[in-house]
């Protein structure tokens, strides 16, 4: 077994889409970035590269080439897990931990979760996806930005015969 871990961060901003875990959430600011800035997913990615030892998402995707711009993370996840399947690894579990003071992201806890496990072909008790506010502290609390901390854990494929 061998374990994952990413972090990310993205700016606040007016006149953004909130994207996040593939799910756009009604807000009056969104995250700001190259691609739709989903931090949840950079996350996820990052995670499962580093599970694998297959570098970081600026490596595989890098922020100045332009097939990249705006585009759909989920997209990018697909290629990321294609990585990890062709070097015979499976991911067994993600636990993700969103930090964001605005807005409240429980009610679409769910939805998340489900979008993250379509694109990883997962069990849904194998994503699990937290929330928390730093209780106004820092440049979460002042609604700067949001970001996420995500863990996971891959397997080599189980070879029968
Ligand atoms: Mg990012």
Do not use: W
Not at 43 to 69: Q, R, S, T, W
Not at 71 to 87: A, F, G, H, P, T
Request: charged letters at 25%.
């Amino acid at each position: 077994m061998r374990i994952g871990f990413g972090y990310d961060v993205h700016k606040l901003t007016e006149g953004r889409r909130l994207v996040l875990g593939g799910v756009e959430i009604p807000s009056e600011k969104g995250l700001l970035g190259h691609s739709d800035a989903d931090v949840l997913i950079h996350a996820v990615m990052d995670a499962l590269l580093g599970a694998a030892g297959l570098g970081d998402i600026g490596l595989h995707f890098p922020d100045n080439k332009m097939e990249y711009k705006d585009i759909d993370s989920r997209k990018l996840l697909e290629i990321v897990i294609k990585l990890l399947q062709k070097k015979g690894y499976v991911c067994n579990n993600l636990d993700c931990t969103i930090v964001a003071q605005y807005p409240k992201l429980a009610p679409f806890r769910e939805e998340m979760r489900e979008s993250i496990c379509n694109v990883l072909g997962m069990q849904i008790d194998s994503v699990n996806i937290k929330a928390t506010t730093t209780e106004g502290l820092g440049f979460v609390g002042r609604e700067e930005g949001i970001a996420a901390y995500v863990v996971c854990t891959i397997d080599e494929y189980p070879i029968f015969g």
